[in-house]
């Protein structure tokens, strides 16, 4: 069982080794600003840890031969280890987990619930900030990752998949916190946070959450160079500075070169910036999925 409401939660991660992005650093420093212990689990040496953070060997919980068992498209990948890894460290540490890209902005509310299981706007299951109290839980999450070491995955299948299935099958109550405490800017709305034009709009969207989910993925896909701080400004920006965490980057994103790169982005998912065989690419294929549903071939 976590600690009493009393004193204060402590929060672990995972990190495979290696230095850290600015990105990564300030995300882990806001967690000890706001007075929190947390500990940064790893195989090989962090080499840029920022001050308070606890570094512990991340074999003490599972083998570093296992973080090659979960492949992604054919390829082996860490988001579908370090979902089992969190599930593990919850269960034999006692520590809530976090993503390293989830920035703490003010610290848990009082009356905030044991378990931290967050529901997103949309309705599912987001586990970049997790704890369970539940043991049966656990174990079962811990089983059904495992099951699934070396086969083929699809995205979230050890992750926000996983979770809602094992919670449904052994209809736990388990109470979840809305997606406006931890993670109050969805992902279609994750550009705002570097534009100056929307900063009311995430101070309002941020006004009762404890920390922003920052979506590496997304970051990834609009090339986001993690070493640069958002424009001044910004609303990610005033939260950095903030919490002293711009010290961390390297220099500033200039304004316009912000809006470009999340203007391409945006564009490339709403399919504005797909070139005619890009198009045919999908078109095709869909068009003979429909022609296949409604005209079946007959057997002979």
Same mark, same amino acid.
């Given at each position: ?220 896909? @609009? ?43 945006? @564009? ?33």
């Amino acid at each position: 069982m976590l600690e009493t409401s009393s004193a204060p939660r402590a929060f672990g991660t995972f990190w495979y080794g290696g230095r850290l992005d600015a990105l990564e650093r300030a995300c882990a420093h806001s967690f000890i600003r706001h007075g929190y212990r947390l500990v940064l689990f790893s195989y090989q040496t962090i080499e840029n840890a920022p001050d308070g953070v606890e570094l512990r060997d991340a074999a003490e919980l599972l083998p570093e031969g296992l973080t090659k068992c979960f492949p992604v498209n054919g390829k082996p990948h860490l988001t579908p280890f370090s979902n089992l890894f969190r599930y593990k460290m919850i269960r034999d540490c006692d520590l809530v987990w976090t993503d390293l890209d989830v920035l703490m902005i003010k610290e848990l509310p009082s009356g905030l619930p044991d378990n931290i299981v967050v529901r997103e706007e949309q309705g599912g299951l987001n586990n970049a900030v997790l704890y369970i109290s539940s043991k049966q839980t656990l174990d079962r999450l811990i089983e059904q990752a495992m099951a699934v070491a070396d086969r083929n995955l699809v995205w979230g299948q050890t992750g926000p998949i996983l979770l809602t299935q094992v919670i449904n099958e052994l209809r736990e109550k388990i109470e979840t916190t809305s997606h406006q405490v931890f993670y109050p800017i969805e992902h279609y709305d994750l550009f705002k946070i570097f534009l100056r034009g929307f900063v009311g709009e995430c101070r309002e969207k941020c006004r009762n959450a404890t920390t922003i989910h920052l979506f590496n993925n997304i970051l990834s896909k @609009m090339g986001y160079w993690k070493e640069m701080a958002p424009p001044a400004g910004s609303f990610f920006y005033e939260k950095l500075e903030e919490g002293g965490g711009l010290s961390f980057f390297r220099d500033v994103y200039p304004e316009h070169v912000m809006m470009h790169m999340t203007e391409n982005y945006r @564009m490339r998912l709403s399919g504005q910036a797909l070139g005619i065989k890009a198009v045919m690419g999908q078109l095709i294929p869909s068009i003979g999925r429909t022609w296949r549903h409604y005209y079946p071939a007959q057997k002979r």
